[in-house]
């Protein structure tokens, strides 16, 4: 709730806090409204695909959020795939830690495809996520 009034926050930690698909999705909300926060990290939560969504449909609409760390959280192919769908549209984020999930070669595929043209992505970590030779092929 905080997230959604406060005007000065730029960076937010949750490394590790156990903030559950509840937590994530509240989280997402606040996104939606913040117009501050520039760097949030929620990795190491096992928030899965389930919890991840929220977050990265909310980067659909946010324009301040440069950084984003959903690494370790057991995000699967399908939250890569909406993942990629949402970078189509977002225009702010320079750095994306996935390093430790589960995107396999389909959903590294579909984010290879995004970066092609992405204007302000410079930083994309997606070590240990078993991408296989075609992932590796399309980056």
Do not use: C, F, W
């Not at 989280?27 to 409204?33: E, G, H, I, P, Y």
């Not at 990290?41 to 440069?66: K, Q, W, Y």
């Not at 702010?92 to 290879?112: M, R, S």
Request: charged share 15%; glycine share 10%; net charge negative.
């Amino acid at each position: 709730e905080a997230l959604k009034v406060n005007t000065n926050l730029t960076q937010l930690d949750l490394t590790e806090s156990t903030i559950g698909t509840a937590g994530a999705a509240a989280l997402a909300t606040a996104l939606l409204v913040n117009s501050t926060l520039k760097n949030l990290s929620i990795r190491d939560n096992s928030i899965g695909t389930e919890g991840a969504m929220p977050v990265i449909e909310a980067l659909r609409t946010n324009t301040t959020l440069t950084m984003l760390d959903l690494g370790n959280n057991n995000i699967e192919t399908a939250g890569a795939i909406a993942l990629a769908g949402a970078l189509r549209v977002n225009r702010t984020i320079v750095e994306l830690d996935l390093g430790y999930n589960k995107l396999g070669t389909e959903g590294v595929v579909a984010l290879a495809d995004v970066i092609k043209a992405h204007p302000t992505l410079a930083v994309l970590s997606l070590g240990a996520n078993n991408i296989g030779t075609a992932g590796a092929v399309a980056l």
